[in-house]
């Protein structure tokens, strides 16, 4: 799978599983015109980055959005062209603008802000403190990347990898095509396919997705991640 589907996929999981939380009074990242969060992101595929969303209802209503470092750099923009459409569970039609964008030259920690101007000229800022702390890529994974006549009840562990509180595990149906599962946020590094799912003679590939935490009103969403690079099994046949 190219590196930007499980981009996609990646962000939905992060949209849908707690990106937005409760408690907006007083969170910097939240403005009138949507919230804004940015992630440090170690990946296997580039170098590492920053990854930065802004999730709002009033889309058509945004003009640019512009990312600044603490010192004023200004980081990039985000792509107004590209984003995840989604609904809150009330039902309201969102979209969320996504970036991967080169962390500045010399990194610092403390307050990112995002710029937002709307087409009626007006502007809003929402803010982001990030720390530049670079999680490593998971190790120990079980089965091991290329393994076969893994057995259809097997579950899929790996190492604790330091600092992380949270785990995601994306799983593709390589035959098919198609994505089997999405695990959900774990707190523990394992993961067991619901029955069924591994079927015997299948190819799978599968990702790990590491981060440090899961909605702070300093942080956002969280701080910093680490994805692993695919790996595949095939299951014993029948």
């Excluded at 980055?49 to 209503?61: G, I, K």
């Excluded at 803010?127 to 393994?147: E, K, L, N, S, W």
């Excluded at 009840?153 to 790996?158: I, K, P």
């Excluded at 509180?165 to 993961?191: C, H, M, Q």
Aim: hydrophobic share 40%.
């Amino acid at each position: 799978m190219k590196a930007n589907r499980w981009f996609s996929i990646l962000a939905a999981g992060s949209l849908l599983s707690g990106a937005v939380y409760a408690g907006h009074e007083g969170d910097p990242h939240y403005t009138p015109a949507g919230f804004f969060d940015t992630h440090v992101c170690n990946w296997p595929e580039k170098p590492r980055f920053l990854m930065a969303l802004f999730s709002t209802p009033r889309f058509d209503e945004v003009a640019r959005v512009a990312v600044f470092a603490p010192d004023g750099t200004h980081v990039g923009d985000l792509d107004l062209t590209r984003f995840r459409s989604f609904k809150t569970a009330t039902g309201q039609a969102k979209r969320a603008f996504i970036a991967h964008l080169d962390l500045p030259e010399k990194a610092i920690d403390g307050w990112y802000r995002a710029e937002v101007s709307l087409k009626d000229g007006s502007r809003v800022e929402a803010q982001d403190y990030v720390i530049h702390h670079f999680m490593a890529h998971p190790t120990g994974t079980r089965p091991a990347a290329g393994a076969a006549d893994v057995p259809a009840s097997t579950e899929l562990r790996w190492d604790p990898i330091p600092g992380a509180k949270y785990y995601e595990v994306f799983l593709r149906n390589d035959w098919e095509g198609i994505e089997a599962a999405a695990s959900g946020l774990l707190t523990e590094p394992r993961f067991m396919p619901p029955r069924g799912m591994l079927q015997p003679g299948g190819e799978y590939v599968w990702r790990i997705h590491a981060r440090d935490g899961d909605g702070n009103v300093l942080l956002g969403d969280f701080n910093h991640g680490s994805l692993s690079p695919e790996m595949r099994f095939t299951v014993t046949g029948k």
